[in-house]
Structures are given as C-alpha cells and as structure tokens.
Nanobody
Framework: VQLQACGGGLVQAGGSLRLSCAASGRTFSSYAMGWFRQAPGKEREFVAAISWSGGSTYYADSVKGRFTISRDNAKNTVYLQMNSLKPEDTAVYYC???????????????????WGQGTLVTVSS
C-alpha cells in the first residue's frame, strides 16, 4: 500500500481545510487509517484514527469536536475535515495505515505499516 496525502495549505485561524489520503493497492479496506502531525521542533503526535469499516473513530483531545476523520473504501481514500483551525494546528500532517486500530491510537510505530509523505498545514493568526 502506498499513501499519497494532499490538501494542505495556508488558512487563517477559524478557517477549514480538508486533507485527503489516497491509497494504492487492493487491500486498503483491510487497514485502519489514521492521521498524525508534527509541528516544528516537536514530536509527531496522533490526531485521529478510523477503523477499517469506518464504524469506529478516535480523536486526540486537542482536535475533538473540530476535526472529523472519514473514509471511502470504494475510492481508497481517507479524509480529515479540519474546522475551526487554530495556529497551534500548524504542522505537517501524515496519514498512516495499520492492521490494528489500537496501534494507530497508541501511535505504535512498530505496528504502523505504511506512512504517507506528509502535507503542510499552516494556520495564521
């Protein structure tokens, strides 16, 4: 599985962006998918995850109520709708795939099988 993230850009605080992550390969629907982010000078952190069926989702407290993760298995794509953006949301956002939903939530790098290349989100104040 190869992951290609896009949709980042520059937005003012309070604005919205939607990130997309397109996956190649026929086994996309077998994987739980997640989004992580890394701000300058900080460690990578978990943002959101969705189970293979889309039936379960989980969010970091910092984005709960503002971000929504979803997926379309027919299109091999996972999305991250980001609303009410804040300057502290500025980061490079990465999509990731794992067979275990829990591994994504825990940020267990050893169990995350695939990473996208990252897309930069910049929120100005």
């Amino acid at each position: 599985v190869q992951l290609q993230a896009c949709g980042g850009g520059l937005v003012q605080a309070g604005g919205s962006l939607r990130l997309s992550c397109a996956a190649s390969g026929r086994t996309f629907s077998s994987y739980a998918m997640g989004w992580f982010r890394q701000a300058p000078g900080k460690e990578r952190e978990f943002v959101a995850a969705i189970s293979w069926s889309g039936g379960s989702t989980y969010y970091a407290d910092s984005v709960k109520g503002r971000f929504t993760i979803s997926r379309d298995n027919a299109k091999n794509t996972v999305y991250l709708q980001m609303n009410s953006l804040k300057p502290e949301d500025t980061a490079v956002y990465y999509c990731a795939a794992a067979l275990s939903f829990g591994a994504l939530v825990r940020g267990d790098g050893m169990s995350i099988h695939y990473w996208g290349q990252g897309t930069l989100v910049t929120v100005s104040s």
